[in-house]
Nanobody, 124 residues
């Protein structure tokens, strides 16, 4: 059973920054997977935020380009999401996801493994 555990969520004012992390229980899954961040706001569908494949190729949702940066720390088997210039509309539960042997995509149906999520709240 592969576990993904997110951390780093919290409350921040608009314009502030947060850094999310996701630790994978399987080094094999981590090294072979595309990993991504998704988010879901109340009453809305889950949407892709950013993804990174095993070669470091990244893709971002238009709404976060230039503000968010996805990265991997291989030594710590960790996926990170640096979020700057946060806006109230970024408020959501953020989920980490992984799918072995795939490509950088924001299609949530392509991901097999999911974390439990971490809350991010941005106040105006």
């Amino acid at each position: 059973q592969v576990r993904l555990v997110e951390s780093g969520g919290g409350s921040v004012q608009a314009g502030g920054s947060l850094r999310l992390s996701c630790v994978a229980s399987s080094g094999y899954v981590y090294s072979t997977s595309v990993m991504a961040w998704f988010r879901q706001a109340p009453g809305k569908v889950r949407e892709g935020v950013a993804a990174i494949d095993r070669d470091g190729v990244t893709t971002y949702a238009d709404s976060v380009k230039g503000r968010f940066t996805i990265s991997k720390d291989t030594a710590k088997i960790t996926l990170n999401l640096q979020m700057n210039s946060l806006k109230p509309e970024d408020t959501a539960i953020y989920y980490c996801a992984a799918e072995p042997y795939s490509f950088a995509t924001l299609d949530n149906q392509r991901f097999r493994y999911w974390g439990q999520g971490t809350q991010v709240t941005v106040s105006s």
